[in-house]
């Protein structure tokens, strides 16, 4: 069943924007104008996640997020917003949201930002699962250098550092073990795990592919370039091909404008790409690779059995 988003912004273009986007990808979307509609909405429906804007006339998005904190706390919430004021994003992320886009934003970030926000969700209800896969003596090496940190400012970043380190991913469970150590919510622990594209919440492959989705890279045909990629490697933003040798993900921005459209493999930063110039890349990585998407391998295979 497709998940159940309500997009909730006073303006009917971002609301047709996101409605476009997310339909496109499956999902089951509705908008509403305003925060009191919402919330007439979110008592009479489930919804999966909830995005909405902060700025709106009456109810506005800090009040809706308080409002869903008591009335449906398990409802996963990503704030869109023209206006993302340090202020206004913290106060929402101690709220618990998962995330925020500023606007404008391209059809890639919101895509990608709305799986991640409803994969928490998914990982979220399998944390114990998750628990068991991790050795002991990795969680106590995790607490101990969770300690080590402990009351230090700025320690979120190193810790999660070494915690990746160690565990190799950085899946909900440990977020929040991480959170309760430092004393730090895990929506604020969340946020910045998905913010830094070097953090990962799934384990990784032995190479790992980052491919910018900034406006200047979205422009210049990255989106035909991350198609491709997903076609030939088989896989999701977030996923890991089944031999293990690839990890794909969207970051929104690589620092690297001018070589726009950009994607990185490993610590490798590669310019300029196309569909065709990234199969070639990534056969530099893996010599069996071939480009070849689903259908074109079945329709080979077909020509082979004829």
Known sequence: MA???????????????????????????????????????LEQNNYDLVLTDLKMPEVDGITLIRWLRNVKPSIRIVVITGY?????????????????????????????????????????????????????????????????????????????????????????????????????????????????????????????????????????GIEGVLEKIKDSLKINIGDTTENKKFSLEAVRCLGACGLAPVMVVDQDTYGAMTPKKAMEVIGQYDPSFTGATAKEEAERQLNKEV
């Open 84 to 220: 993302p004021s340090q202020e206004t994003i913290k106060e929402a992320l101690e709220l618990g949201i998962i995330d925020y886009v500023p606007k404008p934003f391209t059809p890639a970030v919101l895509s990608d930002v709305t799986q991640r926000a409803l994969e928490w969700r998914k990982c979220g209800c399998e944390a114990e699962k998750s628990k068991e896969e991790i050795p002991p003596a990795m969680l106590s090496e995790l607490d101990r250098v969770v300690k080590e940190y402990k009351n230090k400012p700025g320690s979120l970043i190193p810790v999660l550092q070494r915690a990746q380190e160690i565990v190799g991913y950085l899946p909900p469970f440990i977020q929040k073990r991480i959170g309760k150590g430092l004393n730090i919510s895990p929506a604020e622990v969340h946020s910045v795990v998905s913010f830094y594209s070097f953090f990962t919440m799934k384990p990784r492959g032995d190479h790992n592919i980052r491919v910018c989705l900034g406006t200047a890279c979205y422009v210049r």
């Open 3 to 41: 998940a159940k988003i309500l997009v909730v912004d006073d303006e009917i273009i971002a609301i047709r924007s996101a409605e476009r986007v997310l339909r496109s990808e499956g999902y089951d979307v509705e908008g509403v104008l305003s925060g009191r509609e919402a919330m007439l909405k």
